[in-house]
């Protein structure tokens, strides 16, 4: 199964954008990349996913490299609700349920 | 529009109690997984259900067994618990061919003791 690596924590200045990175080397042609973020003592909450263009949503911006080894969550404006823990996800087995397997995520704080 | 509701929100046990965890969804959804979190981790796969009447093992299922009652619900259930079982408990939902957006219940607290 293809594993994603992100950094552990990041840290930003509040309104300033925020780039999360990913990397994911071995994906497959029919990974989907997905983001998810979970706010302290809540269940994950979707945020944006891609499989190769990139892409845009009131959230936020997704943007994947041309080889698809890697991809970057961008948050155009952070705010102090999106501090918060950031997984980068591949969807396995699509067809079969859209099961995801989480990884350790990276955490990020806004300072204010 | 409740979403996926959880039931219990907290739970305490005594090892080698067996309990249930009860989840609904009303969102019509075809797939729905059952996860745990253990402080300071991720969340890690226990067993999912890509439809009505199918069960599949995830990343961490021994000690677990599951039920896809009926479209909406979807319960995990310890036979014998044991303290290595303490964890938040996630069930999430989702629309089977929409590149898995999951909708992620509240959690239930489970403390074996």
């Known amino acids: 199964d293809a594993k994603t690596t992100q950094p552990n924590s990041m840290e930003s200045n509040e309104e300033e954008p925020v780039h999360l990175p990913c990397n994911h080397s071995?994906?497959?042609?029919?990974?989907?990349i997905h983001w998810y973020r979970q706010l302290p003592s809540q269940g994950p909450e979707y945020v944006i996913h891609?499989?190769?263009s990139n892409v845009n949503n009131r959230m936020a911006s997704l943007a994947i490299a041309e080889d698809r080894k890697s991809s970057t969550l961008i948050l155009h404006r952070a705010t102090l609700r999106d501090a918060a823990v950031y997984y980068c996800?591949?969807?396995?087995?699509?067809?079969?349920?859209?099961?995801?397997?989480f990884g350790q995520g990276t955490e990020l704080s806004v300072k204010p | 529009n409740a979403g996926v509701t959880q039931t219990p929100k907290f739970q305490v046990l005594k090892t080698g109690q067996s309990m249930t965890l009860q989840c609904a969804q009303d969102?019509?959804?075809?797939?729905m997984y059952w996860y745990r979190q253990d402080p300071g981790m991720g969340l890690r796969l226990i067993y999912y259900?890509?439809?009505?009447?199918?069960?599949d093992k995830g990343e961490v299922p021994n000690g677990y067994n599951v039920s896809r009652l009926n479209k909406r619900e979807f319960s995990l259930r310890l036979e014998s618990a044991a303290p290595s079982q303490t964890s938040v408990y996630f069930c999430?939902?989702?629309?089977?061919?929409?590149?898995?957006?999951?909708?992620f219940g509240e959690g239930s607290r489970l403390t074996v003791l």
């Open positions: 999430a939902s989702s629309a089977i061919r929409t590149a898995g957006e999951l909708f």
């Open positions: 071995t994906i497959s042609g029919t990974d989907y």
């Open positions: 891609g499989l190769t």
């Open positions: 996800i591949l969807s396995y087995l699509y067809n079969q349920g859209g099961k995801l397997i």
């Open positions: 969102m019509n959804h075809n797939s």
């Open positions: 259900s890509a439809s009505e009447g199918t069960t």
